[in-house]
């Protein structure tokens, strides 16, 4: 019996030791590509480039620059389709292409144009593609993106995350988009989407050898810049960073921001805020005559950090007035977002989605024309509260300080 129960043990796990290795991969045999760049011929066809991870590069040295060798490679291949021209890479590509660690791409303005469905079919359908790669989109070339390095990283796709990581937290511009947060949106019954602009600013000359590294300064900059709208798959215009803003706060995105506003009394000098608690509400509400209007309700508080104004903070009267000044700058900044986004016939508020939620009979004979002709014409009524929670160590500006003192002489 003892020896009818072990032959069956080993029967039982022969196969665990024959299964264990069956898709083993070498590392030496994997080109691993931390981001990707989609463009398109003037004939129509996909080119797609891979910034290729150099190890030997990115040793644990520090920096690449004491190997003399650039971190990445960046090549391009063309296909008629999406994964066609993926394939097309065994044909200059001694090692297969690895797409686990791959965290970005970038889209061209002439592919995003053309329509992106064939690039969210490829992530979302395959395996070795994650869905959940940080997306953008760029006014020229995605692979001249690709092939400038950033001094203060090794992996210059990594450090794009990081980029759009940091402006998330602490500038409130933009916000992170994943390939799968673009699909969900286009998908949704909206069907549009904004996603983070990036681009070169400075010299035209890219930073692309490792002797740039050597630099206290480099010309051209990698740059989160505009906002790229999409409607259905395909890009239809750009926001600026302004009009971004304004509708981060009109949906209530804003995380942590600083805030530059004008004194009470007119004077040019500006003064900044930080807010950290920012709440939104929007309150579709059926006129009258049939139509509709979309209520805005926005409050914000944050911690004043520099202040130039006359008035006194210790004052109630003075204070108040400082805090209807900063409303006023969101306000316009939140209407200078909605009608942009209204003069590209694009949703990107999510006024569409309060109203199909709170109103879903009614959103049924709207949505066809939505995006088209009612949301252009849409009504808003913004109402915006800000709350100064803390005023700093001083109750009064530098300058008023130093007139009060001379006065006294």
Not at 334 to 361: C, H, V
Not at 369 to 384: A, I, K, S
């Amino acid at each position: 019996m003892r020896r009818l129960a072990a032959l069956a043990l080993l029967l039982a796990l022969l196969p665990l030791g024959a299964a264990g290795c069956w898709d083993r991969q070498e590392l030496n045999e994997l080109g691993i590509i931390s981001a990707t760049g989609v463009d398109v011929t003037e004939s129509g066809r996909w080119k797609l480039s891979y910034q290729l991870v150099i190890p030997s590069a990115i040793s644990a040295q520090g920096s690449y620059v004491g190997t003399g060798h650039a971190p990445v490679n960046v090549f391009t291949t063309e296909g008629d389709s999406f994964r066609g021209a993926v394939s097309k890479a065994t044909q200059e590509m001694s090692r297969r292409l690895y797409f686990a660690h791959n965290q970005v791409v970038i889209v061209g303005e002439a592919a995003a144009r053309k329509g992106i469905a064939e690039l969210i079919e490829a992530y979302m359908r395959n395996g070795d593609s994650r869905e959940t790669v940080m997306m953008f989109v760029t006014e020229g070339s995605a692979r001249l993106v690709l092939e400038q390095l950033l001094p203060m990283e090794k992996i210059s796709g990594a450090g794009i995350v990081r980029l759009i990581t940091q402006e998330e937290k602490q500038g409130g511009n933009f916000r992170q988009m994943t390939v799968f947060d673009v699909a969900q949106e286009l998908l949704s019954p909206i069907r549009t989407t904004g996603v983070p602009g990036i681009g070169l600013s400075g010299s035209d000359e890219p930073v692309d050898t490792v002797d740039a590294a050597k630099m206290t300064h480099t010309g051209a900059k990698v740059r989160l810049q505009k906002l790229g709208v999409f409607k259905e798959d395909r890009l239809v215009g750009w926001l600026s960073t302004h009009e971004t803003r304004g509708l981060m706060w009109v949906k209530g995105k804003e995380r942590e921001t600083t805030v530059s506003f004008g004194c009470p009394d007119a004077r040019l000098k500006r003064n900044s805020i930080r807010l950290k608690q920012v709440r939104t509400q929007v309150i579709p509400t059926r006129k009258p005559d049939g139509g509709w209007l979309m209520r805005v309700k926005a409050e914000a508080a944050g911690t004043l950090l520099e202040y130039n104004c006359k008035g006194a903070l210790d004052k109630p009267a003075d204070l108040l007035e400082l805090e209807l000044r900063i409303a006023q700058e969101l306000k316009s900044d939140m209407e200078d977002g909605i009608k942009a986004s209204q003069r590209l016939g694009t949703d990107l508020t999510g006024f569409g989605n309060e109203l199909r939620l709170r109103y879903p009979k009614e959103w049924k004979a709207l949505e066809q024309e939505w995006n088209d002709r009612l949301f252009p014409q849409l009504e808003t009524q913004l109402d915006v509260a800000v709350s100064i929670v803390r005023t700093g160590r001083s109750n009064g500006s530098y300058e008023q300080a130093a007139e009060d003192s001379r006065g006294k002489e």
